[in-house]
């Protein structure tokens, strides 16, 4: 996407990348302390639906802790389908 001038709407957009996937890794923003937000993305057990301690190292180092199943992508239809991205932000890195 490249930016423009003349109208409002396009001041303030910029170049980004992101990826899309879903490997059930703990999410990097799961970790206690990563980002400066209220509480860090809920980790799960195995199953993808018991809450697990945040501190509990990722499944994919060995660990027991997975992303839970509210965060997989879901379907609305045959036309319409909502996932998560990541990206490469500041505010967890």
């Known amino acids: ?10 001041v303030s957009r910029l170049n980004g990348t992101t990826t899309r996937y879903w490997d059930c890794c703990k999410p990097s923003c799961g970790w206690p302390g990563k980002a400066p937000v209220t509480n860090p993305v809920q ?11 945040i501190n509990t190292q990722s499944g994919c180092n060995d660990g027991t802790a997975f992303i839970c199943n509210n965060q997989q992508p879901w379907s609305v239809n ?7 991205a990541s990206a490469n932000i500041i505010v967890c890195s």
Do not use: E, F, K
């Open 1 to 10: 996407m490249s930016s423009t001038t003349g109208s409002s709407d396009n």
């Open 43 to 53: 980790t799960c057990a195995i199953d993808g639906i018991t809450p697990i301690d």
């Open 78 to 84: 045959d036309t319409l389908a909502y996932g998560y």
